[in-house]
């Protein structure tokens, strides 16, 4: 889908890698930009399986804060349609690299900024990562509490993924389709914090309407009724219900031999009792058993899956949803491939890239510099 769009990514982790990562997947040219190493110091890298192990993308490495570095870059981004970067914001502009710099030289440029609470306001230049844009963003004070009354920490960065990367996708490429018309660039400020209220907007808006404050438990997708819960099985295991439509719910009492609730779904009085013998019925089969069962039989019901036990599912198996990859020097494995929608498959075994290895060359050549210029760019240690 995206065939002939080309990426420039400054980004290693966090919410701007998750974004070129699924970029990619819907078929950009993808070019990973990272720093010169120093003598005696080490290029920081993610681990080797993190964000698909870059599979399918390029790397250019090059030393921004020297001028011959920096007029290096900006002649490859002179070529490119998008730009990620996530550094705090004013870096990029005191590198020489921010948007006014790149537009300079490439009026068409989507340029992408990636912040924990974005380019402006009081708190954009504070330190931040997944659970700080969770909590300022309300998603942990609606969550259902742990054992000591406080918020729990999710399983799933849901602040760097959502709101971050999909937001910054999301931004993308409405503002690639935005440029077809207008034929400029434009600068998009993604802040993760933003994204996690935009996610957070029925529960936000609820109070801004009405006053009352939502909090864990407090409606129907929070918990507050038996129909949307988890219980425990006889293998202490667990079970999803999520039988929010009158006629699941009533399948559901039925397949518990709890007929008499039917009626009683969204009776607050109700609720503890309906619990106890949801809990009590729950408990006399294993997870796999109620899921079988109940799966199949319009109750929305549904395994708690472990990963080992996500990566074998027979859904996801299905759909292709996990690939094998080839790595220089960690061999093969298995891992998550393109999942959403309108993402290219990937036939046979994916060729992870030696990351000991760069496109430089390649990619300076294409920027039209020479053989020559590429050898004395490295010489200086402006390239590698």
Not at 70 to 91: M, Q, T, W
Not at 232 to 260: M, S
Request: aromatic content about 8%.
């Amino acid at each position: 889908m995206l065939d002939g769009v080309t990426v420039l990514d400054l980004s290693s982790v966090g919410p701007a890698a998750r974004a070129s990562r699924w970029l990619a997947d819907y078929g950009a040219r993808v070019v990973k930009v990272g720093p010169v190493p120093k003598r005696g110091g080490v290029l920081i890298e993610p681990p080797f399986h993190s964000y698909g192990g870059h599979r399918g993308m390029r790397r250019l490495l090059v030393d921004l804060k020297s001028e011959t570095g920096r007029e290096a870059f900006l002649r490859v981004a002179c070529n490119i349609d998008v730009l990620i970067e996530s550094f705090r914001p004013g870096v990029v502009d005191a590198l020489g690299i921010g948007y006014d710099a790149v537009a300079q030289v490439n009026p068409r440029i989507v340029y992408c900024s990636t912040t924990g609470y974005g380019q402006d306001g009081p708190h954009a230049h504070y330190a931040g990562h997944d659970l700080n844009y969770l909590a300022v963003g309300g998603f942990l004070a609606t969550t259902h509490t742990r054992a000591d009354g406080g918020p729990p920490v999710p399983g799933a960065t849901v602040a760097d993924s959502a709101g971050g990367g999909m937001h910054a996708v999301i931004a993308i490429l409405a503002a690639l389709v935005g440029r077809v018309s207008t034929g400029g660039g434009v600068h998009l400020d993604v802040a993760a914090a933003d994204g996690v209220l935009a996610l957070m907007s029925l529960a936000t808006d609820e109070y801004l309407a009405t006053g009352v404050v939502p909090g864990p438990r407090h409606g129907l997708l929070t918990g507050r009724y038996a129909c949307y819960d988890v219980y425990r099985c006889a293998d202490d295991k667990w079970v999803a219900v999520a039988a929010i439509e009158p006629r699941f719910f009533a399948n559901l009492c039925r397949a518990l031999d709890c007929e008499r609730w039917i009626d009683h779904q969204t009776d607050d009085d109700a609720q503890v009792e309906i619990r106890a013998d949801f809990a009590a019925a729950f408990a006399n089969k294993t997870r796999d058993e109620w899921a079988n069962r109940l799966g199949p039989a319009d109750t929305c019901v549904s395994p708690v899956l472990t990963v080992p036990e996500v990566t074998e599912h027979p859904q996801f198996v299905a759909r292709g949803d996990f690939v094998d990859a080839a790595h220089p020097t960690h061999g093969r494995f298995r891992q998550t491939g393109p999942v959403l929608a309108g993402q290219s498959t990937i036939p046979g075994v994916v060729q992870l890239p030696d990351l000991s290895q760069t496109d430089t060359d390649m990619l300076l050549r294409d920027a039209g510099y020479t053989a020559e210029d590429i050898a004395r760019l490295r010489e200086e240690g402006a390239v590698a």
